[in-house]
């Protein structure tokens, strides 16, 4: 039997996939800066590609889930980050929509329960460092302006009415 010749650019980028998933621009990159030659990068992604372990559209579903669902990213954002990581659009707003549709995921309440969880940790803070740091951490996670002042207007005042019940 004759295997196939292993390429020690086939190698990295199986150890590099080991290490966690890519996009298929993003291994393009990190192998073409590692000084691998161009021709054996090509060889070594059409192969992962032909293989199944280089997917742009599964890959895309696992990024959109881990932080839409876990880390409350926005739509928004996960589709700024998957663009970075070379990700074409389609594939994106595909994976994007499949996901939040699969997860049910409400971005009004997502948004309030990460400005919950983050203003737990500003409670020592003054009322407007809290504020602009809470539009901040939203701001980050990829929300619309407007939506922020919202959340922020409706969980600091819950918070002063608290207060003043106290």
């Known amino acids: 039997m004759n295997s196939p010749r292993r390429i020690p650019t086939y190698e990295r ?3 590099m996939l080991e290490a966690r998933a890519r996009s298929v621009a993003d291994m393009r990159r990190m192998l073409l800066r590692k000084g691998e030659p161009a021709t054996d990068v090509e060889a070594a992604i059409e192969r992962l590609v032909g293989a199944g372990l280089l997917d742009d559209a599964a890959y895309a579903r696992q990024f959109t889930r881990s932080k839409a669902v ?3 990213f926005s739509r928004r954002r996960v589709q700024q980050e998957l663009t970075r990581r070379g990700v074409a659009r389609a594939v994106a707003d595909d994976a994007i929509a499949e996901v939040f549709a699969e997860e049910v995921v409400d971005e009004d ?3 309030q ?3 919950r969880k983050k203003l737990r940790t500003l409670t020592r803070l003054n009322e407007p460092v809290r504020r602009r740091r809470l539009y901040a951490f939203l701001a980050r996670r990829g929300y619309d302006a407007d939506d922020i002042a919202r959340v922020v207007r409706l969980l600091t005042a819950s918070e002063d009415d608290a207060e003043i019940e106290a």
């Open 13 to 15: 980028a199986l150890n």
């Open 70 to 72: 876990a880390s409350g």
């Open 109 to 111: 309440a997502t948004i």
């Open 113 to 115: 329960r990460v400005a």
